[in-house]
Antibody
């Protein structure tokens, strides 16, 4: 059974960074790219980008190129997203998703607050 | 960027009613279109992929269709558990874009 287990909620200070994890199980981690999606409170869904865990290659939406950094650790089958220079606009739930968005993590709430 | 114009924004329907939600793509996206249902506090669930293919485990009352650059999700006999927010997603080109969502409630 495919499972994507995300790390717990994070609180970040304005200007700081946070790093969220997404641990994959139930499939070969390097077989599928991992996508990341942002959902601001009460809002819709925005695609951030994907990482190919096998090669480390990435593709980002232009809007998130300076905000998000996607990495992956094949030894632990875990994908990461780091969000930098946090502002209130980054307060949101972040999801990982794979296999054409067929499987999703449960989401991680990031709150930016001083 | 490809814009996905989803309508209606909200919808109230009765049990067993037929419901249709549409997404209009701003340019050709082929069959790179999927539909999702999201319940409060949960992650989206895939309903339809490749515009018309039913995802595993999804009831057959859900169906997807395509006419040119207009895509539709149809629920043939609305059930209580079908309430939620529905989104379309195009994966044809970067950036992948979601529709704004349709909030479906029971009348």
């Amino acid at each position: 059974e495919v499972q994507l287990q995300q790390s717990g909620p994070e609180v970040g200070r304005p200007g700081s960074s946070v790093k969220i994890s997404c641990k994959a199980s139930g499939y070969t981690f390097t077989d599928y790219v991992m996508n990341w999606v942002k959902q601001s409170p009460g809002q819709g869904l925005e695609w951030i980008g994907w990482i190919d865990p096998e090669y480390g290659s990435t593709d980002y939406a232009e809007k998130f190129k300076k905000k998000a950094t996607l990495t992956a650790d094949t030894s632990s089958s875990t994908a990461y997203i780091q969000l930098s220079s946090l502002t209130s606009e980054d307060t949101a739930t972040y999801f990982c998703a794979m296999k054409g968005f067929a499987y999703w993590g449960q989401g991680t709430l990031v709150t930016v607050s001083s | 960027d490809i814009q996905m114009t989803q309508s209606p924004a909200s919808l109230s329907a009765s049990l067993e009613e037929i419901v249709t939600i549409t997404c209009q793509a701003s340019q050709d996206i082929g069959n790179w279109l999927a539909w999702y249902q999201q319940k409060p506090g949960k992650s989206p669930q895939l309903l339809i992929h490749s515009a018309t293919s039913l995802a595993d485990g999804i009831p057959s009352r859900f169906s997807g269709s395509r006419s040119g650059t207009q895509y539709s999700l149809k629920i043939s006999r609305l059930q209580v558990e079908d309430t939620g927010i529905y989104y379309c997603l195009q994966r044809y080109s970067n950036p992948y874009t979601f529709g704004a969502g349709t909030k479906l409630e029971l009348k």
